[in-house]
């Protein structure tokens, strides 16, 4: 019964989360976009955690969500006089056919690979445990690596935006 | 129940839109909406495999998508900077009008 549950909220899940992708492309207001594209990392959120995967569904809310989009839509509003409009190139039906194509391609391979599945699929008791552990243990490297990077990056998005002595601010 | 291929069907579902945002928009925040996108639908098929495939330690997709998501964060980051700069450099982040470096 709670199998069942899991599989509606699976499928649910996928709609919204495709559905809203879709509205991303389609909508004619860019701020409108980024609510739609909240909205679509709310259902990818949901659907890790229909697939046993607690934790990064909280890291999934608490960046993207939390972050990322509030990040967005400031870029949106200080960028008052380039057009609200989430207008597209001018030629749009042969991307789409493109990104339709490379998309079949990906799920042909999808669908025809011998995937060496487990019966009933791993369970994970604590996520974030596990996931801690892997984290110091063996993935120690990238780990330090990742937070050199996020340094980077911030110096770098910093240094960018700075008025004065770039010449232009 | 669901399966292996239902996760990659909808991760490759949403790869292509974002793909087709990312390569249709004009604005500069438009185009990274589209790469967040196709970031998520990588990060569900890491999941996915995660959940069904057959591994000696198989947290270790979920791993994986945390880096991404770490490495997504600095990207937007930096690009959203970079769209901000380009801004007050050209008062538009209309990429079709940055040919700057066109001669």
Do not use: C
């Not at chain 1, 879709?22 to 955690?49: C, E, K």
């Not at chain 1, 809310?61 to 207008?87: C, E, H, K, Q, W």
């Amino acid at each position: 019964m709670e199998d069942t549950a899991v599989i509606v909220a699976f499928y649910v899940l996928a709609i919204i989360t495709l559905v809203s992708a879709l509205m991303v492309a389609t909508v004619r207001d860019l701020v409108h976009a980024v609510l739609f594209l909240v909205l679509s990392f709310v259902g990818v959120a949901g659907l890790y955690i229909t697939l046993s995967a607690d934790f990064v569904a909280v890291v999934q809310i608490l960046i993207y969500v939390g972050a990322i989009s509030v990040l967005m839509l400031f870029a949106i509003l200080l960028t008052p006089r380039s057009g609200r409009d989430n207008a597209s190139v001018p030629f749009a039906a042969p991307l789409g056919v493109l990104a339709g194509l490379i998309g079949a391609v990906i799920i042909f391979v999808g669908l025809k690979t011998e995937w060496a599945k487990t019966s009933g699929g791993n369970t994970f008791e604590t996520t974030a445990g596990q996931i801690g552990e892997a984290l110091l243990d063996p993935y120690v490297i990238p780990f330090e690596v990742a937070s050199v990077l996020l340094v980077v990056a911030m110096l770098g998005a910093i240094v960018l935006v700075r008025p004065g002595d770039g010449g232009e601010a | 129940m669901i399966d292996l291929e239902h996760v990659l069907v909808v991760g490759a579902l949403l790869f292509s839109i974002g793909l087709f945002v990312a390569l249709s928009k004009r604005n500069a925040v438009g185009i990274l909406m589209g790469i967040e996108l196709m970031l998520n639908s990588v990060n569900l098929n890491l999941i996915g495999f995660a959940r069904f495939v057959e591994s000696p330690r198989p947290i270790d997709g979920q791993v994986f998508s945390v880096f991404v998501i770490t490495v997504a964060a600095a990207e937007a980051a930096v690009a959203l900077a970079l769209a901000v700069a380009v801004y007050r450099l050209r008062s538009s982040i209309d990429v079709d009008r940055l040919n700057l470096l066109k001669w």
